[in-house]
Protein backbone atom coordinates (compact mmCIF):
# COMPACT_ATOMS: atom_id res chain seq x y z
CA UNK A 1 0.00 0.00 0.00
CA UNK A 2 1.68 3.43 -1.36
CA UNK A 3 1.94 5.52 2.02
CA UNK A 4 2.14 9.06 0.10
CA UNK A 5 2.10 10.99 4.07
CA UNK A 6 6.47 11.77 4.66
CA UNK A 7 5.92 15.32 5.41
CA UNK A 8 3.44 14.11 8.61
CA UNK A 9 6.11 11.27 9.40
CA UNK A 10 8.58 9.33 6.92
CA UNK A 11 9.50 5.66 7.36
CA UNK A 12 11.91 4.50 9.52
CA UNK A 13 14.80 4.99 7.27
CA UNK A 14 17.32 2.22 7.44
CA UNK A 15 20.19 3.64 8.86
CA UNK A 16 18.03 4.68 12.28
CA UNK A 17 16.76 1.26 12.22
CA UNK A 18 20.55 -0.44 12.19
CA UNK A 19 21.56 2.28 14.85
CA UNK A 20 18.95 2.17 17.33
CA UNK A 21 19.38 -1.28 17.81
CA UNK A 22 23.04 -1.17 18.00
CA UNK A 23 22.54 2.27 20.62
CA UNK A 24 20.16 0.00 22.46
CA UNK A 25 22.93 -2.17 24.09
CA UNK A 26 25.17 0.45 24.54
CA UNK A 27 23.40 3.61 25.08
CA UNK A 28 20.64 2.76 28.08
CA UNK A 29 22.84 3.79 30.74
CA UNK A 30 23.26 7.41 32.21
CA UNK A 31 25.65 9.88 30.49
CA UNK A 32 26.46 12.03 33.26
CA UNK A 33 27.88 9.33 35.41
CA UNK A 34 31.82 8.26 35.45
CA UNK A 35 31.60 4.75 35.38
CA UNK A 36 32.15 2.55 32.13
CA UNK A 37 28.64 1.92 31.07
CA UNK A 38 27.71 5.83 31.39
CA UNK A 39 31.16 6.76 29.77
CA UNK A 40 30.19 4.51 26.68
CA UNK A 41 26.63 6.47 26.49
CA UNK A 42 28.35 9.62 27.15
CA UNK A 43 30.57 8.75 24.05
CA UNK A 44 27.56 7.56 21.71
CA UNK A 45 25.70 11.12 22.75
CA UNK A 46 28.86 13.30 21.91
CA UNK A 47 28.98 11.64 18.73
CA UNK A 48 25.32 11.87 17.29
CA UNK A 49 25.55 15.96 18.62
CA UNK A 50 28.67 15.75 16.57
CA UNK A 51 27.30 14.45 13.61
CA UNK A 52 24.16 16.26 13.95
CA UNK A 53 25.73 19.74 14.29
CA UNK A 54 27.76 18.71 11.01
CA UNK A 55 24.43 18.27 9.10
CA UNK A 56 22.69 21.02 10.17
CA UNK A 57 26.01 23.07 9.73
CA UNK A 58 26.88 24.62 13.50
CA UNK A 59 28.90 23.64 16.71
CA UNK A 60 28.29 20.86 18.56
CA UNK A 61 27.67 23.21 21.72
CA UNK A 62 25.33 24.99 19.86
CA UNK A 63 23.32 21.78 19.50
CA UNK A 64 20.56 20.39 21.81
CA UNK A 65 18.05 17.63 21.86
CA UNK A 66 14.68 18.07 22.14
CA UNK A 67 11.99 14.93 23.12
CA UNK A 68 10.00 16.82 19.55
CA UNK A 69 10.11 18.96 17.08
CA UNK A 70 7.65 21.04 18.97
CA UNK A 71 9.31 20.96 22.05
CA UNK A 72 12.31 22.59 20.03
CA UNK A 73 10.23 25.29 18.44
CA UNK A 74 8.47 25.95 21.73
CA UNK A 75 11.94 26.39 23.97
CA UNK A 76 13.47 28.12 21.32
CA UNK A 77 10.87 31.03 20.72
CA UNK A 78 10.49 31.32 25.01
CA UNK A 79 14.16 30.82 25.09
CA UNK A 80 14.89 33.63 23.12
CA UNK A 81 12.03 35.93 24.05
CA UNK A 82 13.39 36.06 27.83
CA UNK A 83 16.99 36.28 26.44
CA UNK A 84 15.88 39.40 24.96
CA UNK A 85 13.03 40.77 26.99
CA UNK A 86 14.97 44.06 27.90
CA UNK A 87 15.22 44.66 23.93
CA UNK A 88 11.17 44.42 24.04
CA UNK A 89 7.95 41.89 23.73
CA UNK A 90 7.26 42.34 19.81
CA UNK A 91 7.68 39.05 18.04
CA UNK A 92 7.08 38.49 14.10
CA UNK A 93 6.35 35.37 12.63
CA UNK A 94 4.83 34.34 8.96
CA UNK A 95 0.93 33.75 8.63
CA UNK A 96 1.88 30.30 7.45
CA UNK A 97 3.90 28.85 10.28
CA UNK A 98 3.49 25.45 11.92
CA UNK A 99 1.10 25.47 14.59
CA UNK A 100 3.74 25.12 17.43
CA UNK A 101 5.33 28.38 16.30
CA UNK A 102 1.88 30.09 16.14
CA UNK A 103 0.76 28.11 19.69
CA UNK A 104 3.71 29.77 20.99
CA UNK A 105 3.02 32.96 20.07
CA UNK A 106 -0.13 32.84 21.33
CA UNK A 107 0.82 32.38 24.75
CA UNK A 108 3.69 34.91 24.24
CA UNK A 109 0.41 37.01 23.64
CA UNK A 110 -1.24 36.55 26.31
CA UNK A 111 1.63 37.05 28.38
CA UNK A 112 1.17 40.72 27.35
CA UNK A 113 3.85 40.39 24.43
CA UNK A 114 2.78 41.57 21.09
CA UNK A 115 3.18 39.75 17.79
CA UNK A 116 2.46 40.46 14.18
CA UNK A 117 1.46 38.06 11.55
CA UNK A 118 2.85 38.36 7.98
CA UNK A 119 0.66 37.65 5.18
CA UNK A 120 1.89 35.49 2.27
CA UNK A 121 0.64 35.68 -1.30
CA UNK A 122 -1.56 32.92 -2.88
CA UNK A 123 1.23 30.59 -3.58
CA UNK A 124 2.31 30.71 0.16
CA UNK A 125 5.18 32.83 0.52
CA UNK A 126 6.41 35.74 2.49
CA UNK A 127 7.33 38.74 0.79
CA UNK A 128 10.87 39.80 1.64
CA UNK A 129 10.24 43.19 1.85
CA UNK A 130 6.84 42.99 3.78
CA UNK A 131 8.86 41.10 6.18
CA UNK A 132 11.37 43.70 6.96
CA UNK A 133 9.16 46.35 7.31
CA UNK A 134 7.44 44.32 9.78
CA UNK A 135 10.82 44.64 12.35
CA UNK A 136 10.61 47.23 15.00
CA UNK A 137 12.90 48.21 17.59
CA UNK A 138 11.46 46.39 19.90
CA UNK A 139 11.08 43.24 17.94
CA UNK A 140 12.81 40.43 20.50
CA UNK A 141 12.42 37.62 17.71
CA UNK A 142 11.32 36.93 14.66
CA UNK A 143 10.30 33.26 13.26
CA UNK A 144 10.30 32.19 9.26
CA UNK A 145 9.41 28.71 8.36
CA UNK A 146 12.22 26.77 5.74
CA UNK A 147 9.36 25.45 3.87
CA UNK A 148 5.90 25.16 4.28
CA UNK A 149 4.63 21.69 5.54
CA UNK A 150 1.64 21.76 3.61
CA UNK A 151 1.79 23.35 0.50
CA UNK A 152 5.47 23.13 0.16
CA UNK A 153 6.56 26.47 -0.43
CA UNK A 154 9.90 27.42 0.00
CA UNK A 155 10.25 31.15 2.22
CA UNK A 156 13.00 33.70 1.20
CA UNK A 157 15.20 32.70 4.10
CA UNK A 158 18.57 34.29 3.11
CA UNK A 159 16.37 37.42 1.66
CA UNK A 160 14.12 37.55 5.22
CA UNK A 161 17.65 36.61 6.97
CA UNK A 162 19.18 39.63 6.13
CA UNK A 163 17.16 42.45 6.82
CA UNK A 164 17.00 40.05 10.16
CA UNK A 165 20.33 40.99 10.56
CA UNK A 166 20.65 44.94 9.56
CA UNK A 167 17.42 45.11 12.00
CA UNK A 168 19.87 43.12 14.84
CA UNK A 169 17.19 40.34 15.37
CA UNK A 170 17.95 37.37 15.88
CA UNK A 171 15.64 34.54 13.47
CA UNK A 172 14.39 31.33 14.27
CA UNK A 173 13.82 29.27 11.35
CA UNK A 174 11.80 25.49 11.84
CA UNK A 175 13.07 23.86 9.29
CA UNK A 176 12.05 20.42 10.02
CA UNK A 177 10.15 19.83 6.58
CA UNK A 178 13.56 20.80 4.88
CA UNK A 179 16.09 19.31 6.72
CA UNK A 180 16.54 15.93 4.73
CA UNK A 181 15.60 17.61 1.43
CA UNK A 182 18.31 20.05 0.42
CA UNK A 183 20.27 22.56 1.70
CA UNK A 184 20.48 24.25 5.08
CA UNK A 185 19.23 27.63 4.80
CA UNK A 186 21.59 30.37 5.62
CA UNK A 187 21.46 33.44 7.92
CA UNK A 188 19.40 32.01 11.02
CA UNK A 189 20.26 32.29 14.46
CA UNK A 190 18.06 29.73 15.97
CA UNK A 191 16.73 26.15 13.90
CA UNK A 192 14.48 23.40 14.38
CA UNK A 193 13.97 19.88 13.77
CA UNK A 194 12.29 16.87 13.97
CA UNK A 195 13.48 13.65 13.20
CA UNK A 196 10.28 11.80 12.04
CA UNK A 197 9.97 13.94 9.25
CA UNK A 198 13.23 12.90 7.99
CA UNK A 199 13.12 9.02 8.64
CA UNK A 200 14.68 8.99 12.63
CA UNK A 201 12.73 7.67 15.30
CA UNK A 202 9.75 9.87 16.41
CA UNK A 203 10.37 11.76 19.80
CA UNK A 204 13.41 13.54 18.94
CA UNK A 205 13.42 17.12 18.00
CA UNK A 206 16.72 19.71 17.63
CA UNK A 207 17.10 23.11 18.42
CA UNK A 208 20.45 24.72 17.36
CA UNK A 209 21.42 28.21 18.73
CA UNK A 210 24.20 30.19 17.30
CA UNK A 211 26.63 31.51 20.29
CA UNK A 212 26.35 35.36 20.78
CA UNK A 213 22.16 34.85 20.46
CA UNK A 214 20.85 35.80 24.05
CA UNK A 215 18.90 32.77 25.42
CA UNK A 216 17.50 32.22 28.74
CA UNK A 217 15.80 28.86 29.74
CA UNK A 218 12.33 29.96 31.21
CA UNK A 219 10.90 27.94 33.91
CA UNK A 220 12.44 25.18 36.27
CA UNK A 221 16.23 24.73 35.61
CA UNK A 222 18.39 21.33 34.39
CA UNK A 223 21.21 19.95 34.31
CA UNK A 224 21.10 17.99 30.89
CA UNK A 225 21.35 19.64 27.34
CA UNK A 226 22.85 22.62 28.91
CA UNK A 227 19.86 23.30 30.65
CA UNK A 228 17.51 24.22 27.47
CA UNK A 229 15.89 20.72 27.18
CA UNK A 230 14.68 18.99 30.75
CA UNK A 231 14.80 14.97 31.72
CA UNK A 232 16.78 12.13 30.76
CA UNK A 233 18.42 11.82 27.07
CA UNK A 234 17.15 8.92 24.95
CA UNK A 235 20.61 8.24 23.66
CA UNK A 236 19.51 5.36 21.44
CA UNK A 237 16.78 7.59 19.36
CA UNK A 238 19.49 10.07 19.44
CA UNK A 239 21.92 8.38 18.00
CA UNK A 240 19.22 6.79 15.54
CA UNK A 241 18.03 10.27 14.67
CA UNK A 242 21.31 11.69 13.94
CA UNK A 243 22.52 8.74 11.80
CA UNK A 244 19.38 8.66 9.86
CA UNK A 245 20.06 12.55 9.19
CA UNK A 246 23.44 11.98 7.96
CA UNK A 247 22.16 9.50 5.59
CA UNK A 248 19.62 11.07 3.82
CA UNK A 249 21.04 14.32 3.43
CA UNK A 250 24.18 12.02 1.59
CA UNK A 251 21.11 11.11 -0.59
CA UNK A 252 19.52 14.06 -0.98
CA UNK A 253 20.81 15.38 -4.34
CA UNK A 254 19.50 11.73 -6.49
CA UNK A 255 16.28 11.25 -4.86
CA UNK A 256 15.35 14.36 -4.77
CA UNK A 257 15.88 14.90 -8.38
CA UNK A 258 13.85 12.22 -8.48
CA UNK A 259 10.78 12.99 -6.61
CA UNK A 260 10.62 16.42 -8.27
CA UNK A 261 9.85 14.71 -11.53
CA UNK A 262 7.00 12.59 -10.29
CA UNK A 263 5.91 15.51 -8.43
CA UNK A 264 5.36 17.26 -11.65
CA UNK A 265 4.25 14.25 -13.28
CA UNK A 266 1.30 15.00 -10.53
CA UNK A 267 0.80 18.62 -10.95
CA UNK A 268 0.84 18.11 -14.32
CA UNK A 269 -1.63 15.55 -14.72
CA UNK A 270 -4.71 16.47 -11.86
CA UNK A 271 -5.76 19.00 -13.40
CA UNK A 272 -6.36 17.32 -16.74
CA UNK A 273 -7.65 14.15 -15.57
CA UNK A 274 -10.44 15.78 -12.73
CA UNK A 275 -12.35 18.64 -13.79
CA UNK A 276 -12.49 21.41 -11.04
CA UNK A 277 -9.13 21.49 -9.39
CA UNK A 278 -6.87 23.84 -8.14
CA UNK A 279 -3.11 22.95 -7.49
CA UNK A 280 -1.65 25.11 -4.57
CA UNK A 281 1.39 26.36 -3.76
CA UNK A 282 4.38 27.50 -6.11
CA UNK A 283 5.00 24.95 -8.60
CA UNK A 284 8.88 25.91 -8.54
CA UNK A 285 10.53 27.31 -5.19
CA UNK A 286 8.99 24.31 -3.44
CA UNK A 287 9.86 21.02 -1.43
CA UNK A 288 10.75 18.29 -4.17
CA UNK A 289 8.40 15.53 -2.63
CA UNK A 290 4.96 17.69 -2.02
CA UNK A 291 2.20 18.37 -3.76
CA UNK A 292 -0.89 19.43 -2.64
CA UNK A 293 -4.01 20.29 -4.95
CA UNK A 294 -8.08 20.83 -4.21
CA UNK A 295 -11.16 19.33 -5.53
CA UNK A 296 -13.94 21.53 -5.91
CA UNK A 297 -17.35 20.03 -5.18
CA UNK A 298 -15.73 17.36 -2.92
CA UNK A 299 -16.06 16.40 1.28
CA UNK A 300 -12.16 16.00 2.27
CA UNK A 301 -12.83 13.36 4.84
CA UNK A 302 -15.01 11.10 2.37
CA UNK A 303 -12.19 11.62 -1.04
CA UNK A 304 -9.65 10.92 2.42
CA UNK A 305 -11.06 7.34 3.36
CA UNK A 306 -11.85 6.59 -0.61
CA UNK A 307 -8.30 7.19 -1.27
CA UNK A 308 -7.11 4.72 1.62
CA UNK A 309 -9.73 2.16 0.41
CA UNK A 310 -8.35 2.37 -2.80
CA UNK A 311 -4.89 1.72 -1.38
CA UNK A 312 -3.34 4.90 -0.77
CA UNK A 313 -2.81 7.23 2.44
CA UNK A 314 -2.89 10.76 1.91
CA UNK A 315 -3.66 14.04 4.26
CA UNK A 316 -5.74 16.87 3.92
CA UNK A 317 -6.04 20.63 5.08
CA UNK A 318 -9.58 20.38 4.61
CA UNK A 319 -12.03 21.73 7.23
CA UNK A 320 -14.22 18.56 6.88
CA UNK A 321 -11.26 16.41 8.37
CA UNK A 322 -10.43 18.60 10.80
CA UNK A 323 -11.31 18.20 14.49
CA UNK A 324 -11.67 22.16 14.77
CA UNK A 325 -14.08 22.29 11.52
CA UNK A 326 -12.24 25.23 10.12
CA UNK A 327 -9.69 25.15 7.44
CA UNK A 328 -6.09 25.02 7.73
CA UNK A 329 -4.77 27.85 8.49
CA UNK A 330 -1.90 28.01 5.74
CA UNK A 331 -4.98 27.39 2.82
CA UNK A 332 -7.08 30.35 4.58
CA UNK A 333 -3.66 32.33 4.61
CA UNK A 334 -3.48 31.91 0.92
CA UNK A 335 -6.87 32.45 0.53
CA UNK A 336 -7.21 29.39 -1.87
CA UNK A 337 -9.99 26.67 -2.51
CA UNK A 338 -9.50 24.09 0.59
CA UNK A 339 -12.62 21.99 0.07
CA UNK A 340 -11.20 18.23 -1.38
CA UNK A 341 -7.90 19.23 -0.50
CA UNK A 342 -5.50 16.56 -0.73
CA UNK A 343 -1.98 16.68 0.12
CA UNK A 344 0.28 14.20 -1.35
CA UNK A 345 3.63 14.00 0.06
CA UNK A 346 6.15 11.27 -1.23
CA UNK A 347 8.68 8.99 0.67
CA UNK A 348 12.45 8.36 -0.30
CA UNK A 349 12.25 5.24 -2.88
CA UNK A 350 8.56 5.75 -4.09
CA UNK A 351 8.35 4.08 -7.50
CA UNK A 352 7.12 5.74 -10.79
CA UNK A 353 4.46 3.11 -10.88
CA UNK A 354 2.85 4.00 -7.66
CA UNK A 355 2.20 7.71 -9.02
CA UNK A 356 0.76 6.26 -12.03
CA UNK A 357 -1.32 4.26 -10.34
CA UNK A 358 -2.71 7.07 -7.54
CA UNK A 359 -3.48 9.10 -11.00
CA UNK A 360 -5.44 6.15 -12.27
CA UNK A 361 -7.30 6.19 -9.54
CA UNK A 362 -7.76 9.84 -8.60
CA UNK A 363 -10.68 10.86 -11.04
CA UNK A 364 -12.98 7.78 -10.37
CA UNK A 365 -12.67 8.84 -6.61
CA UNK A 366 -13.33 12.23 -7.20
CA UNK A 367 -16.60 11.60 -9.72
CA UNK A 368 -17.67 8.74 -7.00
CA UNK A 369 -17.84 11.07 -4.21
CA UNK A 370 -19.32 14.41 -6.14
CA UNK A 371 -21.77 12.32 -7.15
CA UNK A 372 -22.47 11.06 -3.51
CA UNK A 373 -23.01 14.55 -2.70
CA UNK A 374 -24.85 15.50 -5.61
CA UNK A 375 -22.74 17.75 -7.36
CA UNK A 376 -23.52 17.02 -10.95
CA UNK A 377 -22.70 19.39 -13.73
CA UNK A 378 -24.51 22.70 -12.95
CA UNK A 379 -26.92 23.08 -15.68
CA UNK A 380 -26.23 25.37 -18.26
CA UNK A 381 -26.98 28.90 -18.00
CA UNK A 382 -30.18 30.09 -19.07
CA UNK A 383 -31.96 33.46 -18.82
CA UNK A 384 -34.16 33.94 -15.40
CA UNK A 385 -36.79 36.38 -14.50
CA UNK A 386 -35.50 36.26 -10.59
CA UNK A 387 -32.34 39.21 -10.67
CA UNK A 388 -31.45 37.43 -7.34
CA UNK A 389 -31.35 33.95 -4.94
CA UNK A 390 -30.98 33.27 -1.48
CA UNK A 391 -29.34 29.75 -0.94
CA UNK A 392 -29.98 28.14 2.57
CA UNK A 393 -26.83 26.22 3.51
CA UNK A 394 -26.99 26.95 7.08
CA UNK A 395 -25.86 24.12 9.12
CA UNK A 396 -24.37 22.03 6.33
CA UNK A 397 -20.34 21.77 5.93
CA UNK A 398 -18.11 22.26 3.29
CA UNK A 399 -18.81 21.45 0.33
CA UNK A 400 -22.48 21.63 0.71
CA UNK A 401 -22.64 25.37 0.15
CA UNK A 402 -20.19 25.47 -2.76
CA UNK A 403 -22.19 22.70 -4.40
CA UNK A 404 -26.27 24.79 -3.37
CA UNK A 405 -23.64 28.13 -5.13
CA UNK A 406 -22.97 26.07 -8.51
CA UNK A 407 -26.02 24.73 -9.14
CA UNK A 408 -28.27 27.89 -9.47
CA UNK A 409 -25.88 30.49 -10.41
CA UNK A 410 -27.27 29.86 -14.16
CA UNK A 411 -30.82 30.24 -12.62
CA UNK A 412 -30.36 34.10 -12.46
CA UNK A 413 -29.55 36.52 -15.23
CA UNK A 414 -26.21 38.02 -15.86
CA UNK A 415 -26.06 40.73 -13.49
CA UNK A 416 -27.53 39.26 -10.74
CA UNK A 417 -26.61 37.76 -7.56
CA UNK A 418 -26.81 34.91 -5.39
CA UNK A 419 -26.58 35.13 -2.01
CA UNK A 420 -25.63 31.99 0.23
CA UNK A 421 -26.34 31.96 3.55
CA UNK A 422 -23.58 29.75 5.88
CA UNK A 423 -22.73 29.00 8.79
CA UNK A 424 -19.62 26.38 8.12
CA UNK A 425 -15.91 28.54 8.12
CA UNK A 426 -15.29 27.14 5.52
CA UNK A 427 -17.38 29.16 3.25
CA UNK A 428 -15.44 32.10 4.05
CA UNK A 429 -12.74 31.24 2.23
CA UNK A 430 -14.21 28.55 -0.54
CA UNK A 431 -16.83 30.54 -1.99
CA UNK A 432 -14.49 33.40 -2.74
CA UNK A 433 -12.14 30.45 -4.44
CA UNK A 434 -15.24 29.21 -6.20
CA UNK A 435 -15.62 32.33 -8.16
CA UNK A 436 -11.83 33.16 -8.55
CA UNK A 437 -11.81 29.34 -10.35
CA UNK A 438 -15.34 29.91 -12.46
CA UNK A 439 -14.39 33.71 -13.40
CA UNK A 440 -17.44 35.06 -11.01
CA UNK A 441 -17.66 38.70 -9.09
CA UNK A 442 -17.20 37.77 -5.05
CA UNK A 443 -19.17 40.88 -4.07
CA UNK A 444 -18.89 40.35 -0.73
CA UNK A 445 -19.92 38.47 2.92
CA UNK A 446 -22.69 40.49 5.06
CA UNK A 447 -24.09 40.09 8.36
CA UNK A 448 -26.99 37.85 8.45
CA UNK A 449 -28.99 36.29 11.70
CA UNK A 450 -27.07 33.26 11.59
CA UNK A 451 -23.93 32.52 9.94
CA UNK A 452 -23.41 34.76 7.04
CA UNK A 453 -24.10 35.95 3.71
CA UNK A 454 -21.74 35.25 1.08
CA UNK A 455 -23.08 37.24 -2.07
CA UNK A 456 -21.89 36.57 -5.58
CA UNK A 457 -22.67 38.14 -9.06
CA UNK A 458 -22.82 36.18 -12.10
CA UNK A 459 -20.71 37.18 -14.81
CA UNK A 460 -21.99 36.01 -17.78
Known amino acids: MPYFDTASAAPLHPVARQALLAALDEGWA??????REGRRARLLLDAAREAAAEAVGCRPDELTFTPSGT????????????????????????????????????????????????PVDRSGAVDAGTYAGALREDTALACLQSANHEVGTEQPVAAVAEACRAAGVPLLVDAAQSLGRGPVPEGWSLLTGSAHK?????????????????????????ERESGRSAGFEN????VAAAASLRAVRAEAGSESARLRALVDRIRAAVPELVPDVEVVGDPVRRLPHLVTFSCLYVDGETLLHELDRAGFSVSSGSSCTSSTLTPSHVLRAMGVLSEGNVRVSLPDGTAEADVERFLEVLP???????????????????????????????????????IELAKVIGKVPVGGTVTVLADDEAARLDIPAWCAMREQEYVGEEPADRGSAFVVRRLF
Open 30 to 35: DPARLY
Open 71 to 118: SAVHSGISGALEGRRRVGRHLVVSAVEHSSVLHSAAAHEARGGSVIEV
Open 198 to 222: WGGPSGVGLLAVRKGVRFAVRGPAD
Open 235 to 238: IPAI
Open 364 to 402: AVVAEVRQRLGAAAPAAPSPAPAASLVVDALGRRCPIPV
